[in-house]
């Protein structure tokens, strides 16, 4: 399903499924899987982290990734997968629920809104750093 939603999007991830087992499972977990079944077989699949904003005092449980097998679509497995996640994250304790979606991705932003989710007023924009530039980053001395 991962790769499937890589070619949905046309992006290439590197995740194999030893990132997923160690990084939802395992020691190192950030995140947690949720899977959806139909009649035994895995029909979608999502990806939460929770953290806390400090800002605005509420823990909040992010939905990072969610995939539903074209076949299953149309038939509530997304809907039944994100409810999952907020009755979990009510009952531990969670006061906010987030997720995001490119402007292009028509159909995931028809979906969070049918669900209740409101587009935020962000007067930022989100930034990210990696690779060399996070190393050369790291090694920065005071001056």
Same mark, same amino acid.
């Given at each position: 399903?991962?790769?499937?939603?890589?070619?949905?999007? #046309?992006?290439?991830?590197?995740?194999?499924?030893?990132?997923?087992?160690?990084?939802?499972?395992?020691? &190192?977990?950030?995140?947690?899987?949720?899977?959806?079944?139909? %009649? #035994?077989?895995? +029909?979608?699949?999502?990806?939460?982290? %929770?953290?806390? @904003?400090?800002?605005?005092?509420?823990?909040?449980?992010?939905? %990072?990734?969610?995939?539903?097998?074209? &076949?299953?679509?149309?038939?509530?497995? #997304?809907?039944?997968?994100?409810?999952?996640?907020?009755?979990?994250?009510?009952?531990?304790?969670?006061?906010?629920? %987030?997720?995001?979606?490119?402007?292009?991705? &028509?159909?995931?932003?028809?979906?969070? &809104?049918?669900?209740?989710?409101?587009?935020?007023?962000?007067?930022?924009?989100?930034?990210?750093?990696? #690779? +060399?530039?996070? @190393?050369?980053?790291?090694?920065?001395?005071?001056?």
């Amino acid at each position: 399903m991962m790769r499937a939603l890589q070619i949905f999007h #046309g992006d290439k991830s590197r995740a194999t499924a030893d990132h997923f087992v160690d990084y939802c499972l395992g020691a &190192k977990k950030l995140n947690a899987a949720w899977i959806a079944l139909a %009649d #035994g077989m895995p +029909a979608g699949f999502a990806v939460t982290r %929770d953290w806390m @904003n400090l800002v605005r005092a509420k823990p909040t449980r992010t939905l %990072d990734l969610l995939y539903v097998e074209e &076949k299953f679509r149309g038939c509530s497995i #997304g809907t039944a997968i994100v409810s999952a996640i907020a009755a979990h994250a009510l009952k531990q304790g969670f006061l906010r629920f %987030d997720t995001s979606a490119a402007t292009s991705n &028509k159909g995931a932003n028809v979906f969070y &809104k049918s669900l209740g989710f409101e587009q935020t007023k962000h007067k930022s924009n989100r930034y990210a750093i990696d #690779g +060399a530039a996070m @190393n050369r980053l790291a090694e920065q001395k005071d001056t």
